[in-house]
Each structure stands twice: as C-alpha cells, then as structure tokens.
C-alpha cells in the first residue's frame, strides 16, 4: 500500500509517496513527536507534549519538568504503563493518530549526561503482523543544576 511522504513534498508533480510501511510509520511518528501538542488547528490533541517543554528547567534528581502547570507534572522517564510519565502522553497521541500500529508500548528516558531524550516506540503493523520499533533522541536546554551562573 503506497503512503504519502512526510514532510510532503512534490516529486515529479505529484505528492510524494512510498511504498515502505515502517517508513510511512516511522515518518508519521516523527511528526508527532516533533509537533508540539494543540497546534495544529485541525486536530488540537496531535503531537507532543514535551517538544513546548524543551526549554524548561528538567529536576534532574526527581526526573520531573519544573513548571507551575500540573499539566505537565509528569515523570520525563518512564513507560507507557505509567499514567505519570509523558511516555502515556505519547503513546495516547501515536494510537489516535497512527491506525496502521497495534499493542503500542512507549518509553522516554531522560539521559543526564546527554541532557537527551530518548524515546523508543514498539508495536506489531497490523497489515503484516511483523514487530516494529522507533527510536529517536532529541536534545534537552536543560542547565545542570549543579552549574552556577
């Protein structure tokens, strides 16, 4: 089954697609994580709540985001399983927005040293029944909070 490219583009004239199924996925999950929860008019509940916080002070010894908001008082490590960590967040807007993954699991972990997150998606494609698995890392502002100014 061919799937439109993401970022669309125009090749030849026409939207860009492929025929690779991970590929279509994987696309498709990259644009959740990277496209910050309630703006896109069209679908307020699409993205992830942790790209508007990536500038936020990280507690690096609770593994939480330092903000007055309860919205985001979550743990930064954690699994899908867990209702307290942004890894259920990400997992709830992956199973509204991609209907090709079944049984989706999701974990975030926070690497200090990187002041990176990390985030794995697994599930099974429903067409094939094959395993699937994503992985991206993204960079944190976050200062050390044993650095002084």
């Known amino acids: 089954m061919r799937s439109l490219a993401l970022p669309l583009r125009i090749e030849n004239g026409r939207f860009a697609s492929h025929e ?10 990259s644009m959740i994580i990277s496209t910050p929860v309630l703006s896109s008019p069209t679908d307020p509940s699409l993205g992830f709540v942790f ?4 500038f936020e002070q990280v507690d690096e010894n609770e593994g ?6 309860e919205f985001f008082d979550k ?8 209702l307290d960590t942004f890894a259920f967040e990400l997992r709830n807007s992956i199973v509204r927005a991609e209907r090709r993954l079944s049984n989706i699991k999701v974990s975030t972990t926070y690497i200090i040293e990187e002041r990176a997150l990390h985030i794995t998606v697994g599930g099974i494609i429903k067409a094939s ?18 650095e002084t100014r």
């Open 20 to 29: 690779d199924t991970k590929k279509a996925i994987d696309e498709n999950i």
């Open 51 to 54: 790209t508007n916080l990536r």
């Open 64 to 69: 939480v985001v330092m903000t007055d908001s």
């Open 75 to 82: 743990k930064i490590s954690g699994n899908s399983r867990n």
């Open 129 to 146: 029944g094959e395993e699937y698995s994503f992985h991206t890392t993204f960079a944190i502002w976050n200062r050390n909070n044993k």
